[in-house]
Each structure stands twice: as C-alpha cells, then as structure tokens.
Nanobody, 126 residues
C-alpha cells in the first residue's frame, strides 16, 4: 500500500513563498509520474505540476515561472516550491503518483493518478 503524506501548507500574503513536501512510502523514482494537484472550493481538481522518472517536468500555465516541482529520491520526497503566490493559488494541494500513463489523457489529468495524499491547505491573502 502506497502512502503519500503532504506537509508545508499554511497562510501567506500575496507575493510570499511556501515549499510543500510529499513524503512517500516507497522510492519516488519507481513511479512513472508524480504530481501536485490543487482544488479550491467549488472548483474541479486541477493539475499544477508533474515530474516523470527521468526528471522531466510540466506545469500548468497558471503557475509557470512561479512553481518548481522536484524530487529527492534518496529521501522519498516530492517538493513543490512556490514563489510569488497569488490569492488565486489558494486551495488544498494534493500529492499524487501514477504507475502508468494513459496517452489519451494529459499527464496532468487526475485520472492518470492512482495514489493520492490527504492534502495540505495553502491560503494566500491579498
């Protein structure tokens, strides 16, 4: 059973920074993809950033240049460094892992991911 546990969320003012961490119960490089998603109240879950086992990354347009996804396989940890935060970044952030990829779906589509953490809240005030 794979477990993913997020941490690092909190409340910051606009323009501030946070680093989210996701601790995995197995080697993160064993997954085809790992990703961060977010979900704001009343909105669908959206993919924010993903990284594959080769270290290639992809970002949602809304976070490009502000968010950086990375992984430390030795520590079994996935990170999301967030800078220049905006109020619209306010959401619950989830870590997710995929063991395969459906090429019929975007690699940032939640249906590609079979393992999910419980989430960590990020609140950005103006």
């Amino acid at each position: 059973q794979v477990q993913l546990v997020e941490s690092g969320g909190g409340s910051v003012q606009a323009g501030g920074s946070l680093r989210l961490s996701c601790s995995a119960s197995k080697y993160t490089g064993s997954f085809y993809l790992m990703a961060w998603f977010r979900q704001a109240p009343g909105k669908e879950r959206e993919g924010v950033a993903r990284i594959d086992r080769g270290g290639n990354t992809r970002y949602a347009d809304s976070v490009k240049g502000r968010f950086t996804i990375s992984q430390d396989n030795a520590k079994l940890t996935l990170y999301l460094q967030m800078i220049s935060l905006k109020p619209e970044d306010t959401a619950m952030y989830y870590c997710a892992a995929a063991e395969s990829l459906s090429y019929a779906l975007s690699s940032l589509h939640p249906r590609n991911y079979g393992y999910w953490g419980q989430g960590t809240q990020v609140t950005v005030s103006s």
